[in-house]
């Protein structure tokens, strides 16, 4: 190569050169343990911002202060030594998210532990995200079928509302959540389901039963078990919403179920106590409501110039001796649109779901049920009400005037058809159908020990000879529905009774 060839090619060179400085903020590990680093010389870090340690860990920043920067680990913190360098990675906490997180169990850190394969993902989502605007939310007035009696009739779910599950241990909050899922079967509803310090066994028999039912297709699993570390039971109910605001954000509707915000909340007490924050009432944080309400906020229904979507929560939360005003649960209920109450007294009894229908509530479903529930549910509250104010009276009193009794017989069997089994949703037609034969005396003659044995019968009866009264029940509610409903009861009646 000549001279003059030469100076060209090292001329083109320098012009095309470009000095790229990669500069990494590094710090080093002062002192680690309970799952806790603090790390000094990371002048620059932010707030939740992920820093990974030298052996590949990563944990995120919570506490920013003078010195030194307190750190949770994600992970196996055992891994991690004095004297280890830390650097920024200057991303804020996120999970990768894809349509193909649906029907997989996950860690809070999105990754894969059900032992299919590694999960191909779309987008890196915030697991902090402010909640929408009110501008741009619609009122809840789509129905959410549970397909569970008791509540779609009594304490109404709609798109977009959070509604608390709360009752002692043992009284079926895990069961209600799981039904409804099961129930979301063919109603255009991707499901999140977080379990936060359960029993890994119990949570693997809960996705075994999805499995089952087939529901696992449109459910997501995000499992911080009992035996991980709390900063991942931490962060997980904020993965779950994080998958949810993923489908959220391209208009579908999704239910997330956070099992239980109780232990939640236990493990950012442990965390908040370890970084030396000051504890307030009952040793929990200050910000323990600001805990719960950002979470929980995030659910909403969009209207449809921001996608049409909506986010459903279903809190759970475990109370000690059915003591509703303790702390968690109280601030729970106050964040949340309605709470249904869950009693040992009643779980006992034999009454399944254990619902109290007096302390249950819901400030918003009303508007969001269907005309025909509407109608046939309003008078079943009256009638369970009358009963529970003469049930404790009746006890006292041997002599009963005619009207009395027959308010009584009436309010048990209300009960008795608002009792249902397991994994045994049931679509609004039937439900409807069942409490209008109630309402109107239709169920005079029967025994109340036979409740159960008609209502199942009855059910099989409109499958099997009333597909298209089931049909229009689905679709509206008039004189002429109505009055081809009565007959088709009297119809079974006829066939029951003889």
């Keep these: 190569m000549n001279t003059e060839a030469l100076v060209k090619k090292l001329e083109t060179e320098i012009s095309n050169f470009q000095s790229d400085v990669d500069v990494t903020e590094y710090g080093i590990v002062q002192s680690i343990g309970d799952g806790i680093a603090r790390v000094s010389g990371l002048t620059q870090c932010k707030a939740s911002e992920m820093i990974e340690f030298e052996n590949g860990t990563v944990g995120v920043a919570l506490n920013l202060e003078e010195d030194t920067v307190g750190i949770i680990v994600l992970g196996d913190y055992l891994a991690v030594k004095e004297g280890d360098k830390a650097k920024r990675t200057g991303k804020i906490l996120s999970i990768p998210v894809g349509d193909a997180i649906m029907g997989r169990v996950v860690n809070p850190l999105a990754e894969a532990i059900d032992g299919k394969g590694d999960i191909a993902a779309d987008v890196d989502q915030l697991i902090e995200r402010v909640a929408p605007g009110v501008m741009t939310r619609e009122p809840v007035s789509v129905p959410m079928q549970t397909g569970i009696k008791v509540i779609d009739a009594l304490v109404p779910i709609g798109r977009g509302q959070r509604e608390l599950i709360i009752g002692d241990r043992q009284t079926g909050k895990t069961a209600l959540a799981v039904d409804t899922i099961i129930n979301q079967k063919g109603q255009n509803m991707k499901c999140v389901y977080v379990a936060i310090g359960q029993k890994k066994s119990k949570v693997m028999r809960v996705v075994q039963k999805l499995e089952e039912a087939g529901a696992m297709e449109y459910t997501t699993v995000v499992l911080a078990g009992a035996s991980d570390p709390s900063s991942l039971q931490y962060i997980a109910p904020y993965a779950g919403v994080a998958i949810a605001e993923y489908f959220l954000d391209k208009g579908e509707d999704v239910l997330v179920i956070y099992d239980d915000l109780t232990k939640h909340a236990a493990a950012y007490r442990e965390i908040s106590l370890l970084l030396r924050r000051p504890p307030g009432r009952e040793a929990y944080p200050g910000d323990v409501f600001y805990l719960h309400s950002r979470l929980l906020e995030r659910a909403c229904r969009l209207n449809e110039e921001n996608g049409g979507g909506s986010i459903t929560a279903l809190p759970v939360i475990e109370t000690q001796g059915g003591d ?175």
């Design 324 to 498: 509703v005003s303790a702390y968690i649960p109280t601030n729970v209920i106050s964040i949340t649109d309605g709470q249904i109450f869950l009693e040992a007294g009643l779980f006992n009894k034999g009454i399944r779901p254990a619902i109290n229908v007096g302390l249950s509530v819901s400030r918003v479903g009303g508007s969001a049920q269907t005309k025909a529930m509407k109608k046939t549910a309003g008078p079943m509250k009256l009638a369970l009400a009358q009963y529970r104010e003469l049930e404790s009276f009746a006890q006292f009193g041997s002599d009963l005037d005619p009207q009395t009794k027959k308010t009584l017989d009436h309010g048990a069997k209300s009960v008795e058809l608002l009792k249902q089994k397991q994994y045994s949703p049931i679509v609004m037609p039937k439900q409807v159908a069942s409490i209008y034969a109630l309402n109107n005396g239709m169920l005079e003659g029967i025994e109340k020990s036979d409740v159960a044995k008609w209502e199942e019968g009855f059910y099989s009866f409109l499958d099997a000879s009333k597909s298209s009264l089931l049909e229009s029940l689905a679709k509206g509610w008039g004189d002429d529905v109505q009055a081809e409903l009565k007959q088709a009861i009297v119809e079974y009646n006829d066939t029951f009774k003889g």
